[in-house]
């Protein structure tokens, strides 16, 4: 495929706080540990600490769970390198979308695959495992149960409850049997007996061969490890009160924050159920059921059932960190700037922050998009901005007319200029009226000029609808292409899109790519 880059800053589809992030602008450094190049990754891989007994639990657990898969030298060489204290892992999570979701899960996987290489290649003393952390515990089912193929969107309707990693996915396999061939590999995925599972298998058939470790943190050996911290939040709550300094911290910049702590921030999970632990005059409740504990037996249960408590948005990071030799946490836009606010909760646990590093973005321009799209004359950049705003571009570069007021403007600025120069020789007072004249004739003018810019767009009715129909294929239903379609939009046409995306991108390269079919 035929590439170039934009600077993200250029595309107005991220939010100014993670601009900021990448742009690494110097107020939100004391929110991270080092910002993600591969030069900061020497300091971060001398001092990172690992407990060896914690190595042991996470390649006996992983060994497990990979056991009833066929799996590639480069997995089982990588999870057997865990227990070794120079291998470090680079992690990206998400949820258990059916069929993988939007086209950016895959993003993620081959960020965080080629950062492994690149890392690789700086430090070869060291090795680099890559892991996809499935979101298991989520039970959010409304944002997993669908995913957009072809303009049509498919949906999973079930009645299960609880986290999705429990749910038995078998009926997923009539959606297969709609799919184009090529797509078959899901039908195995989706005979196993939880969505879990099933994400494991299609996740290991698209990336084994890369190495890509799928870890199912849903685990009483893995929980075991996290013990102390559930306790903590359970019965001191530092979380809350660390969460809320800095978020209010960032709030003071003019940061809008993603995400609060609760007093306490783990889900009781069990079969069918994943809701809020709350703290009660007796000791403790879970929402929406009839189940309570005393003190003792909330602390017991820590002890006996630790696979029981799953940590929210707040804690979950920390999971990932407690239990992985992880160096960096590859995320989207969003999750960079939420774990910007947890920083201190890191440190009151005495664990290391990992590095930051943004996914790569790109957008995925077909043939026919960019040959309509030349043919209409604009830019490439030009396919970020809004329809509206690329019509109006296009008038005012091909319009037979000057519909720019832009001269007249300046006069007048000019005029003002000179007015309240010969006024304050006078009465100085007066200036603001002739400022309030100004500011008048100005608006007045700007909307005139509008006036006429929509008389020319009426006689081009025909350019805006091309341009409209451009915009659908690149950004469908006014969406970023990678936050709504499905990989096999392009995979099923070109069985080498994933080689090609990882080929193409490069990990520390914090532009977005766009890629010429």
């Known amino acids: 495929m035929r590439t170039e880059t934009l600077p993200l800053d250029e595309t107005d589809c991220f939010s100014q706080f993670f601009i900021d992030y990448i742009n690494q602008k110097q107020e939100l450094a004391p929110f991270y540990s080092a910002f993600p190049s591969v030069t900061n990754f020497k300091e971060v891989i001398e001092k990172k600490s690992f407990k060896d007994d914690h190595r042991?639990?996470?390649?006996?657990?992983?060994?497990?769970q990979y056991e009833e898969l066929d799996i590639s030298d480069a997995v089982s060489g990588n999870i057997s390198s865990l227990a070794d204290s120079k291998t470090f892992t680079i992690t990206t999570g998400h949820q258990l979308n059916i069929f993988t979701g939007p086209l950016y899960f895959i993003y993620k996987i081959v960020t965080v695959i080629n950062t492994c290489k690149t890392l690789k290649q700086a430090y070869p003393d060291y090795s680099f495992v890559p892991v996809y952390w499935m979101a298991s515990e989520?039970?959010?089912?409304?944002?997993?149960n669908h995913f957009f193929f072809e303009g049509k969107k498919y949906v999973w309707d079930t009645d299960q409850t609880g986290a999705v990693g429990h749910f038995d996915p078998s009926a997923l396999k009539d959606i297969v049997s709609k799919l184009p061939k090529g797509a078959e590999f899901f039908k195995d995925a989706y005979s196993q007996k939880t969505l879990a599972k099933a994400g494991r298998s299609y996740v290991n058939y698209l990336f084994g061969s890369e190495g890509l470790v799928v870890v199912d943190a849903d685990n009483t050996d893995l929980k075991a490890l996290f013990s102390p911290v559930i306790e903590d939040d359970l019965f001191v709550h530092s979380p809350e009160d660390l969460v809320a300094k800095t978020s209010a911290s960032l709030e003071s910049q003019g940061y809008k924050t993603q995400v609060h702590a609760r007093?306490?921030?783990?889900?009781?999970?069990?079969?069918?159920?994943?809701?809020?632990?709350?703290?009660?005059?007796?000791?403790?409740?879970?929402?929406?059921?009839n189940l309570t504990f005393s003190d003792y037996e909330m602390r017991k249960l820590i002890k006996d059932h630790p696979e029981r408590f799953s940590p929210n948005v707040i804690l979950r990071p920390l999971y990932q960190?407690?239990?992985?030799?992880?160096?960096?946490?590859?995320?989207?836009?969003?999750?960079?700037v939420y774990w910007l606010q947890l920083k201190a909760v890191f440190n009151h646990f005495d664990t290391s922050f990992?590095?930051?590093?943004?996914r790569n973005f790109a957008l995925v321009i077909p043939s026919i998009a960019s040959t309509k799209w030349g043919k209409i004359g604009l830019s490439h950049q030009d396919v970020f901005l809004d329809n509206e705003a690329?019509?109006?571009?296009?008038?005012?570069?091909?319009s037979d007319h000057e519909l720019s007021y832009s001269h007249e403007l300046d006069e007048l600025k000019i005029l003002e200029t000179s007015l309240k120069q010969k006024t304050e020789v006078v009465d100085p007072t007066l200036t603001q009226h002739i400022e309030a004249l100004y500011a008048t004739f100005t608006k007045r003018l700007e909307k005139a000029e509008k006036k006429l810019v929509r008389s020319e767009k009426r006689i081009h009715e025909d350019r805006k609808e091309q341009i409209d129909a451009v915009k659908e294929i690149l950004f469908p239903g006014g969406s970023l292409q990678?936050?709504?379609?499905?990989?096999?939009?392009?995979?099923?046409?070109?069985?080498?899109?994933?080689?090609?995306?990882?080929?193409?991108?490069?990990?520390?390269?914090?532009?977005?790519?766009?890629?010429?079919?």
């Open 56 to 64: 042991q639990v996470l390649v006996k657990v992983l060994e497990e």
């Open 321 to 336: 960190e407690t239990i992985l030799p992880n160096l960096a946490y590859i995320g989207g836009p969003s999750e960079a």
């Open 482 to 517: 990678e936050r709504k379609d499905n990989f096999l939009n392009f995979y099923l046409k070109d069985p080498h899109f994933i080689q090609n995306l990882l080929d193409t991108f490069d990990a520390f390269n914090y532009r977005m790519y766009l890629m010429f079919e």
């Open 263 to 289: 007093q306490i921030n783990f889900f009781y999970l069990d079969n069918g159920i994943r809701e809020r632990i709350e703290k009660t005059d007796s000791g403790f409740e879970v929402v929406e059921t």
């Open 390 to 398: 690329a019509f109006t571009k296009w008038i005012k570069s091909n």
């Open 354 to 358: 990992p590095l930051l590093m943004p």
């Open 138 to 144: 989520d039970h959010d089912y409304d944002e997993i």
